[in-house]
């Protein structure tokens, strides 16, 4: 079992920052991916960013030179910066954890509770 925690969701004007947490505890594997989801109104949860424990990355078009992914493995944490934000990045913000071997889904997926990050002038 693995638990996620996110933190650093909040109200920012367009063209703001804000960088986001999670953290993660119980049963974490060395081999892992950590990845951010997105759901905006009325639209699917999609997968913003993820990275894995080598530090191999990938991001969504949308969010490519504004977000950056990056983790601290001995913290077991993951944080997205997100800079240059955009009324449509608008979104309530899910942590996941996977196990993970050589791009491989190994075991349960687990989410955190969202954070919400809203962009509004």
């Known amino acids: 079992q693995v638990q996620l925690v996110e933190s650093g969701g909040g109200l920012v004007q367009p063209g703001g920052s804000l960088r986001l947490s999670c953290t993660a505890s119980?049963?974490?594997?060395?081999?892992?991916?950590m990845s951010w989801y997105r759901r905006a109104p009325g639209k699917q949860r999609e997968l913003v960013a993820r990275i894995t424990t080598s530090g191999s990355t990938n991001y969504d078009d949308s969010v490519k030179g504004r977000f950056t992914i990056s983790r601290d493995n001995a913290k077991n944490q993951v944080y997205l910066q997100m800079n240059s934000l955009k009324p449509e990045d608008t979104a309530v913000y899910y942590c996941?954890?996977?196990?993970?071997?050589?791009?491989?889904?190994?075991?349960?997926?687990?989410w955190g509770q969202g954070t919400q990050v809203t962009v509004s002038s």
């Open positions: 119980g049963s974490i594997d060395s081999s892992n991916t």
């Open positions: 996941n954890y996977q196990r993970t071997h050589g791009g491989l889904r190994i075991g349960s997926a687990y």
